[in-house]
């Protein structure tokens, strides 16, 4: 019987799994679109600040694993780099093991945790109701 490491229980489908420094890397690019080594450094420098080097050894483990790419800058050196696959599955993924890890698998229990910790804006509980509006006629009509 092969024993299973942590590592192996929390890989994702892909069967790669990516660090927290990797996934906040990934996570800029996710919103910006795309950017340099330099531009991801400044963007995380609020949180988790690290060398140029650190940076650029991020971002090619993560080409290397295949989930971002990059193309030659228009100016000088530098490269842009972009990620190659859409953040939503990953994003469902994390939040579906967060949800089972530390909530008991209750969504109730992630969303009010969120809430409460977020302190959401009118525009965003407007939002966030009309969602909820819309859930319900969804499980409505399959009843």
């Keep these: 019987m092969v024993k299973q490491t942590r590592r192996q229980a929390t890989t994702e489908p892909t ?10 890397v990934l996570a800029c690019l996710w919103q910006r679109g795309n950017a340099t080594a330099r531009e991801v450094r ?21 080409s290397s694993k295949g989930w971002v790419m990059r193309e030659k800058g228009p100016v ?8 190659t696959r859409k953040a939503a599955p ?3 993924r994390i939040l579906a093991d967060l949800t089972h890890r530390v909530f008991g698998g ?3 229990a992630v ?10 804006s009118l525009e965003e509980i407007d939002a966030l109701q009309s969602m909820l ?5 969804k499980r409505e009509k399959l009843r």
């Design 76 to 83: 000088g050196k530098a490269f842009v780099y972009m990620p």
């Design 15 to 24: 069967g790669e799994h990516l660090p927290d420094a990797e996934l906040e």
């Design 42 to 62: 400044e963007m995380m420098e609020p949180y988790r600040p690290m060398t140029h080097g650190a940076m650029v050894t991020l971002l090619k483990r993560l």
């Design 106 to 108: 209750s969504g109730v």
């Design 133 to 137: 509006n819309d859930l319900r006629a």
């Design 90 to 92: 990953t994003q469902r």
């Design 111 to 120: 969303m009010a945790n969120l809430l409460d910790a977020t302190s959401p």
